[in-house]
């Protein structure tokens, strides 16, 4: 049995299998290409492709795809074979520079959001050096970008990449200020924690809401829950942590570094989070994270839920998209030191984080906005619609004081005292943590907490990125031309803080009377669905600024745009036609036979003894006449509100929102009624109680 370190990576083309295939000069020019972003050429090209397909081909690998995300949200590939014709009727495993560099998938079959016709179907893969190759079932998967033969991006990856660039830019511009001339690169650094559910896979396939829209739309609450707290950070059941050593280990093999997994609060959750990454190979390894779940759940007899809100009464799962900066030279940006109210780099870049959210909240908002989300934030295990920033008591200190020119008494270092000798004593941190905070200061890193498990995590990060790049421009803009660099920088910091101390929130996220607060006094967004949300990528100055930074074109904000409330329309009609489609031919044809079957058995008691007359059985009778009756009305109201469904896309989705989701939680809250007071054997698919303690 192979250990951890001669598993890790072994499936990965990654630094050790180049250094050891590849010339010295080529090595280091490819080096060159990942560590600074420089052009390839395509003679190193050719050479790597040579390496790459013998390595491949050693390890078992017949074929090789570009692995892309387009913009549906997961992971595409074309397969082709290695073999090429040999003169003397043999093959040989060939794969040539031009191979990996490029490729050419069908562009009109993929969301486009009008950037391409169904006629229009040429479109191009580029290979992203930056993000290791590796083997996934016997295929060299190649992570590339995807653009459209215009040249606009059709995936995630690229204007992710774009962020990457427009924020190490700037970021050096503020670096050189502080007389740093060695770092040549700032990249965000990001560890996506991943919640999911699992449930058995028999009882799964007996739900259609779960097979068709990856959420129960009906479900009463069981005895049990959550309420105990005891499945939080629990002894894991010996079938989870089966499927979690396969998943570790088929995880380790193509280079994540899946390092924490535990239960998570509500019953059948769980968690896995890595080690922290460059952000747009944490994406990659995201994808890869969620697409190996699955497939190991199901060699499990489990599936995999990622959907951010599976069951209604128990905790959601989201994706903790933890933020950092660093330098190529190793330097993070986030870190407060000892002694934050003397780190005046710390301070400037924690301000720019500060004045970026503010400014951008709509985007970071919609970054996250989808149907399933909608479902989970502000509820009472994930952070509300309002995004604040959660800085803790300590660096709040130092920030008033520094706004108000006042001296600051505070240290970083605080001894922990348990009250018991034998116990050891070590350093708090800086900072508490508010699991409530939608966008919380760590140590050395930001939390954003919003992101929804399903979700990728390269939309909240290009909006992220691009927002604080914003920031950093202005700030370099002002102190590059300042005649006294110590006065400017101190200043602009005091200005920044008092302009925008009213994201800063330390308390409850999810108290009504901070919600009050935030929009009412301090003025804050409260986008709550995804239509609401999504209208603010249209705003005039965030189209202006991801434009200026290259990010995006205003076709590809428009196309995304479109794309998504696309995908947020789709998503509900499927789930209302599915709630429609149970409720008529389950849930109704279930209550009526248990009524016969009840009626039969009160008649068959009277009959036996008439003086003995059975008020439960009248009024159980009466009671369910009245639910069948409610589920029908209900589940006509909701077809005929989706039929009337019959304009373009923003209209559709606002309707969605104002019409559709009511009638849809009409109707679920008469069928999980009738749930409560039918017979365990007449129910037609499996309970809440059953999905969440069945595995």
Known sequence: MSTVPELFGSMVFDDKVMRARLSAEVYESLRETIRRGKTLDLSVANAVADAMCAWAVENGATHFTHWFQPLTGI????????????????VLMKFSGKALIQGEPDASSFPSGGLRATFEARGYTAWDPTSYAFIKEKTLCIPTAFCSYGGEALDKKTPLLRSMEALSFQALRVLRLFGNTEAQRVVPNVGPEQEYFLVDRELYL?????????????????????????????????????????????????????????????????????????????????????????????????????????????????KHNNWSLSTD??????????????????????????????EYQGLLRLSVASAGNDHRLGANEAPPAVISVFLGDELSAVLRAIETDSPYAGTSIRPLRLGADVLPRFNRDTTDRNRTSPFAFTGNKFEFRMVGSSDSISCANIMLNAAVAEALRQFADRLEGAADFDAALHELIRETIAAHRRIVFNGNGYDEAWIREATEKRGLLNLRT?????????????????????VFSEREIRSRYEITLENYVRTVRIEALTMVDMARREILPALLRWRGDLAASLNAAKQAAPELPCRVDQKLLSRLGGLIDAIDEAADALADCVAAMDGDVTAEAFYIRDKVLDRMAALRKVCDEAETVTAAGYWPFPTYGELLFGV
């Not at 899946?258 to 952000?279: C, D, M, R, W, Y």
């Not at 999504?534 to 600024?545: G, I, K, Y």
């Open 329 to 358: 030279t190793g330097e993070n940006l986030l870190s407060p030191g000892e002694t934050p109210y003397a780190n005046a780099q710390f301070l400037l870049f924690l301000v720019a984080v500060l004045k970026a959210v503010d």
């Open 206 to 318: 007996k739900r259609r809401d779960l097979i068709y829209t990856g959420r129960t739309l009906f479900g009463a609450k069981p005895p049990k829950g959550q309420e105990l707290e005891d499945h939080y950070f629990g002894a894991i059941k010996p079938r989870v942590k089966a499927f979690m050593e396969e998943l570790d280990e088929e995880l380790w093999k193509l280079g994540v570094t899946a390092k924490t997994e535990h239960n998570e609060v509500a019953p059948g959750q769980h968690e896995l989070a890595p080690i922290f990454s460059v952000v747009n190979v944490a994406a990659d390894h995201n994808q890869l994270t969620m697409e190996i779940m699955k497939k190991v759940a199901r060699r499990h007899g489990m599936v995999c839920l990622l959907h951010e809100k599976p069951f209604a009464g128990v905790n959601g799962s989201g």
């Open 75 to 90: 992971t595409a590939e074309k397969h082709e074979g290695f073999l090429s014709p040999a003169p003397d009727s043999h």
């Open 530 to 550: 995804t239509p609401d949300a999504l209208q603010m990528v249209l705003a005039p100055e965030n189209v202006d600024m991801l434009v200026r930074h290259g």
